[in-house]
C-alpha cells in the first residue's frame, strides 16, 4: 500500500508524469489515449465502498490489493465490485477538471509552451483512508496535521494566507549548503487541509495537497503549481466532488 505521506510525493509524481508523458507521445499519433473500446473502468472498493473509475480519468491502473507490479511478470488481481483497491491516480485538467482527451492534449503535450502544462494539470493519488480509532474525518486530520508539522520542524508564521495558516522550514539538501525552503499550509481549524509546497532554486514550486474524500472513504494526494494555491479550496471541493461520484450502490 501507498504510505499516507507526502514527504516523496513530488519525487514520486514527477517519475509518474514523465512516464505518463511517454505513453501519450507513443499513442498521440493515432488516437487519444482514451479509447471507449479499448480502455477500461476501474472496478473495486475502497473499504467496502463499491467505486468505478472511468477509463477516461485514470492516470495508471488500478492497483488492488495483493498485485504485485514490480516483479516480472507482474501479478494482477481481475477487477470486481468487491476486490479491495490499493490505490489509484487521476490526470485532471485544470480549471474544468476534464480527464486527457482531444481538446487538451495540446497542453498536456506541451504543445502550448511549458508554462501551460504546468499549471494546467493536476495529478491525483487515492489510497484508502486508514482509521484505526474510528475517529471522524475532523479528528483523524488534526492528529495528522500535527504529526506533519512535527515531523517537517515547521516554525509558524503569523497571518493567514488565502484563508490558511502557513509555516515553513529550511532543509540543507547538499555539501554546498544550497538551502531549499518548504512551505506549509493548513486549514486554520487543522480538520480539513494540508499543504506542502517547495521552493527550490531554477526549478518551478509544486505544491501537494491532501485531504480525505469522506464518501469513498480515501486519502487523496493531489499535485498542482503553486501559482494555483490560491484556488485550493475550490480544486479540493471539485475533486471531492468528482470521487463522489464514483461510488456506486452495491452491485447485486
Known amino acids: 500500500m501507498i504510505k499516507v505521506s507526502n514527504k516523496n510525493y513530488s ?7 514523465v512516464i505518463g508523458l511517454a505513453t501519450v507521445f507513443i499513442f498521440a499519433g493515432c488516437k487519444d489515449k482514451i479509447d471507449s473500446h479499448t480502455a477500461q473502468p476501474g472496478i473495486g472498493s475502497i473499504n467496502g465502498i463499491q467505486v468505478v473509475i ?20 507482474p501479478v494482477r ?23 486527457l482527451n482531444r481538446s487538451n492534449q495540446a497542453s498536456w503535450l506541451g504543445l502550448n509552451g511549458g508554462r501551460a502544462r504546468r499549471v494546467e494539470w493536476i495529478t491525483v ?4 483512508w486508514q482509521n484505526p480509532k474510528n475517529q471522524s474525518p475532523s479528528m ?8 506533519c ?39 486554520v481549524e487543522k480538520k480539513t487541509t494540508y499543504i506542502e509546497c517547495g521552493s527550490r532554486k531554477n526549478s518551478p514550486q509544486i505544491c501537494d495537497q491532501t485531504f480525505i474524500a469522506p464518501e469513498i472513504e ?7 503549481a503553486k501559482e494555483n494555491l490560491d484556488n485550493w479550496k475550490n480544486i479540493q471541493k471539485n475533486i ?11 452491485f447485486k
Open 11 to 17: 519525487e514520486i509524481n514527477n517519475f509518474l508524469m
Open 54 to 73: 472511468p477509463a477516461e480519468y485514470k492516470f495508471f491502473p488500478v492497483q488492488y490489493k495483493g498485485d504485485e507490479i514490480w516483479i516480472n511478470p
Open 77 to 99: 488481481h481481475a477487477p470486481g465490485p468487491d476486490v479491495p483497491i490499493e490505490s489509484f491516480s487521476l490526470l485532471l485538467h485544470y480549471p474544468d477538471f476534464a480527464p
Open 125 to 128: 493519488g487515492i489510497d484508502p
Open 140 to 147: 483523524w486530520f488534526k492528529e495528522y496535521i500535527a504529526r
Open 149 to 187: 508539522i512535527n515531523i517537517e520542524k515547521i516554525h509558524l508564521q503569523p497571518g493567514l494566507i488565502f484563508e490558511l495558516s502557513r509555516g515553513e522550514n529550511f532543509e540543507i539538501t547538499n555539501p554546498n549548503k544550497n538551502i531549499d525552503k518548504k512551505e506549509i499550509f493548513f486549514d
Open 218 to 224: 480515501a486519502i487523496v494526494h493531489i499535485n498542482y
Open 240 to 250: 471531492i466532488e468528482r470521487l463522489a461520484s464514483f461510488k456506486r450502490e452495491k
